[in-house]
């Protein structure tokens, strides 16, 4: 049996139509117009190999959508923890904010000066009242040295 051109062929010296001549038959099944087809065997085979191709390719594919899907859950799921951090810090930013506004109030700063350092406001005496010339006509320099001095 020889093949060629993708058919089989049986080679035998009885085959063809002069004597002696060696003649090739073709193996399979003719058709109406002569023309030689595959064996049904072969093309059963040729079919299986065919509808394996085909339910492996879709296999593949319906494996890439199921890892895709997943992916794409577990890409979905960071991002919702991401935004619920987000809003979680952007509250402690909203607090520390609302902290800052109620420290700087300047009744705040008087409370906590009076109260928790001592401080109170100064009487005339505790006051130095300074000016470009001193009014008998002295350097400023000299005059607050000579107030700090006495």
Do not use: W
């Not at 505790?126 to 005059?143: F, H, P, Q, Y």
Request: proline share 3%; hydrophobic share 35%; with cysteine.
């Amino acid at each position: 049996m020889a093949s060629y051109a993708g058919r089989q062929y049986n080679m035998n010296a009885s085959a063809g139509t002069t004597p002696g001549r060696l003649g090739a038959t073709p193996v399979g099944n003719t058709t109406a117009t002569g023309r030689v087809t595959a064996p049904k065997s072969e093309a059963v085979s040729k079919a299986r190999r065919t509808a394996i191709l085909v339910a492996a390719i879709v296999v593949a594919f319906m494996f890439m959508i199921v890892n895709g899907n997943s992916y794409i859950t577990k890409l979905q799921q960071e991002n919702n923890r991401l935004r619920n951090e987000i809003s979680a810090l952007q509250a402690d930013i909203d607090s520390m904010n609302s902290q800052i506004v109620d420290e700087t109030k300047i009744s705040r700063i008087e409370q906590v000066a009076t109260h928790q350092y001592g401080m109170v406001y100064p009487s005339p005496e505790n006051c130095i009242t300074i000016s470009d010339k001193d009014e008998t006509g002295t350097e400023l320099a000299a005059t607050i040295r000579a107030q700090a001095y006495n």
